[in-house]
């Protein structure tokens, strides 16, 4: 074992490691045992533009072990020193969740993620040719002896090794499954399949995951980015066809367009498959706002989950439909995150919105009177792009209910 590697160790002492349990191919929906791995803390501070304080990585990584998230990609040792002590910090308030710091496939970046105290070392090697001949200037047969030296030598240090299958999305299918199986003889616990570039459907994501699935038995992990708005789905399909663990950041903030929002991937388990991932929905909201300032990037007001206007309803007949049987027009409860629905008066409401609306300031409206205040509420919302506060409500009541002027 190489001394300068075995030397450095969390806390002095080698971590124990212990075989994965991966999921069969194909797996049964209500079967679904899935691990989430956010990766805010990396992927996400790497959008453009993008810089956590040290204090915001601390709050961020409470707030998603608080709310039961069970890993955490934690950073990038290699940029330096305050990365490093970033993460010691991170690592330090004792979390629950498992701590995973992300490197390359080289010695010095070994070296920097030895020093931080993390459960879990992913090392990152290009997948593809475009990468390994235009990125790299080598071959696959250096990417496959590069893997097993690089693995072993962690391992030797003591620590679980996750190996990162870099745009293999792009990569031949056949090379993933060796380089796989490389990694996982190497010592790998864990791989990441990464669609670096997201690129893919969730067709053929599945058709992917299911034969690596079949070439290897240790953890798999799906890595998707948002290119063509497919992240998620992308992610829910590898798991369906047997990845354990899934890349998630708050928001979905990340390269480009960013990765699976934590927000949806969780949501879309619970309601689609019933799968449980420890993630307390309730959070959801708080954890969102808190990232978004963080990063400074605010949440579209139509984001699913955590929009502040997913759970607005102004069309006459959803109104209608919701004030009789609130299933008739929500997919799920907003409760379970916490929140409640909410009915705004506009360009589509209709007279029965208004009447409620009414009857919630302790005004009672006949149907002709609404009909009256409905056109001004129209009126109004055409000429100043938005509703009607409870104080105009007031005075378009009032001024319809004036008695004429005496002849």
Not at 15 to 28: E, G, Y
Not at 106 to 135: M, N, Y
Not at 248 to 257: D, F, P
Not at 290 to 310: D, Q
Request: proline share 4%; aromatic share 4%; glycine share 8%.
């Amino acid at each position: 074992m190489d001394q300068s590697f075995a030397a450095i160790r969390r806390g002095g002492m080698a971590i124990a490691w212990s075989p994965c349990k991966p999921a069969p191919t194909d797996m049964n929906p209500t079967a679904l045992h899935v691990v989430i791995n956010d990766t805010t803390l990396r992927d996400g501070e790497q959008t453009a533009g993008v810089a956590f304080t040290a204090h915001e990585k601390l709050a961020i990584a409470r707030a998603l072990d608080a709310a039961g998230v069970p890993e955490m990609e934690v950073g990038i040792p290699a940029m330096g020193e305050a990365e490093v002590q970033a993460i010691r910090d991170i690592a330090a308030l004792g979390l629950q969740a498992r701590l995973m710091v992300w490197a390359r496939m080289c010695e010095d970046d070994l070296r920097a993620a030895l020093r931080c105290d993390a459960d879990v070392v992913h090392l990152s090697i290009a997948a593809s040719d475009i990468q390994i001949e235009r990125k790299l200037g080598r071959s696959r047969a250096w990417v496959l002896e590069r893997t097993r030296a690089m693995v072993s030598r962690a391992r030797d240090a003591g620590v679980q090794v996750s190996v990162g299958l870099e745009d293999a999305s792009r990569a031949d299918d056949g090379f993933v499954a060796r380089l796989a199986q490389a990694a996982q003889a190497a010592g790998a616990c864990r791989v990441r399949y990464a669609d670096t570039l997201g690129l893919l459907d969730p067709f053929g994501t599945r058709e992917r995951i299911a034969a690596l699935r079949r070439a290897v038995d240790i953890d798999i992990e799906i890595h998707t980015h948002d290119d063509l708005g497919l992240a998620t789905a992308n992610a829910l399909a590898a798991l369906l066809a047997g990845a354990t663990h899934v890349n998630t950041t708050v928001n979905g903030l990340g390269e480009r367009a960013g990765n699976a929002p934590l927000e949806e991937v969780v949501m879309g388990l619970r309601h689609l498959y019933g799968a449980a991932t420890g993630v307390d929905p309730r959070s959801l909201p708080a954890i969102s706002a808190l990232v978004a300032r963080a990063a400074n990037r605010p949440v579209a007001i139509n984001k699913s989950i955590v929009g502040e206007g997913v759970f607005t309803h102004e069309s006459g007949i959803h109104v209608d439909g919701l004030l009789k049987d609130r299933r008739t027009y929500q997919g799920f409860d907003p409760g379970e995150l916490g929140r409640e629905p909410r009915l705004v008066l506009g360009k589509h409401s209709g007279s029965h919105a208004v009447r409620h609306a009414y009857a919630a300031l302790g005004l009672v409206v006949d149907e002709a009177l609404a009909a009256g205040l409905l056109q001004r509420i129209r009126e109004h919302v055409c000429r100043h792009k938005a509703p009607p506060t409870d104080a105009e409500l007031r005075r378009f009541h009032l001024e319809a209910c004036e008695p004429l002027p005496a002849c």
